[in-house]
């Protein structure tokens, strides 16, 4: 074939391949919000316009750990070293709330320097991609994965392991990790127990699984809260959102509500207050 009629071919070829090709990928605005969701297929960051939160001021008996994880997000803010930090313990006692919380007080105090980023479990792999656009960029940011954990063979925990020691280049100035998790370790248990009791080398096997959270410079630990905590929970809620019911009856229906969920938290507490603003036809704002 001569020249002349293979060119026409070859740009029906090239205009095919160009097809197939995977599209640039969309750049990210990274100032549309305060707060955004990662979502991959195909990667996007989706600007959060109003966090689902609750007032600092409200969060009663972790005062410790608020203070612990406020006090590192500021210098983070500032442009200081700080930590990741591993949120653990009892269900409903706080920890995605404080999370949220002390985000709202950063923005607050330093606006439109600090993004917070929710990141789901299943995604952790594609961290290394979201890293690669935050890097650089003069905001700073928190990533956020809520209720961390991992089971029986998944890897994902490597992707993160590798991700929190950021590897060769290290991990991005403007990029810390915070994760809340029922677990201390992030594995179950028995997951710990089965690797000693099965490996060549029981205590290597068992180093490998836990040694995901030592990649965290904070634990908290958060713990179910006594009875006078409780009723400082509920007191304070009634009292910001208005709700006017005398002591003795805000007590007593009080413990009823935990007795029929079987324990006492922060949560429970919450969805006592919705419970009561609704008989009380109020509306919580």
């Known amino acids: 074939m001569s020249p002349d009629s293979l060119l026409p071919l070859l740009t029906r070829i090239a205009d095919a391949l160009d097809r197939l090709a995977p599209p640039p990928p969309a750049p990210f605005d990274l100032r549309a919000a305060d707060a955004f969701v990662w979502h991959t297929e195909p990667d996007r960051l989706e600007p959060v316009p109003a966090v689902n939160r609750v007032e600092i001021a409200l969060l009663q008996g972790i005062e410790r750990q608020r203070d612990i994880l406020l006090d590192n997000t500021r210098r983070f803010a ?32 330093r606006p439109g320097e600090l993004a917070l980023v929710e990141i789901q479990r299943d995604d952790i792999p594609s961290l290394p991609r979201l890293l690669a656009r935050l890097k650089g960029e003069a905001r700073r940011f928190v990533l956020f994965c809520d209720d961390l954990s991992f089971d029986h063979d998944d890897a994902h925990y490597k992707s993160l392991k590798a991700v929190l020691d950021g590897g060769i280049e290290g991990r991005p100035e403007n990029v810390v990790f915070y994760a809340t998790s029922n677990r201390r370790h ?100």
């Not at 990741?84 to 709202?104: D, Q």
């Open 78 to 109: 500032a442009g200081y070293p700080a930590n990741n930090a591993l949120l653990w313990g009892a269900r409903g006692t706080g920890k995605s709330s404080l999370v949220k919380s002390i985000h709202a007080v950063i923005v607050q105090e």
């Open 186 to 285: 992030l594995m179950p248990r028995d997951m710990i127990e089965n690797e000693r009791s099965t490996a060549i080398n029981p205590a290597e096997a068992v180093e490998e699984k836990v040694s995901l959270s030592d990649r965290f410079g904070l634990w908290l630990g958060f713990h179910n809260c006594d009875q006078t905590t409780y009723f400082a929970m509920i007191e304070g809620y009634a009292r910001h959102f208005g709700l006017e019911v005398p002591a003795d009856q805000l007590h007593a229906e009080a413990v009823e509500w935990s007795v029929t969920r079987g324990s006492r938290s922060g949560r429970v507490a919450w969805q006592f207050i919705q419970d009561l603003a609704g008989r009380l036809e109020k509306p919580l704002r």
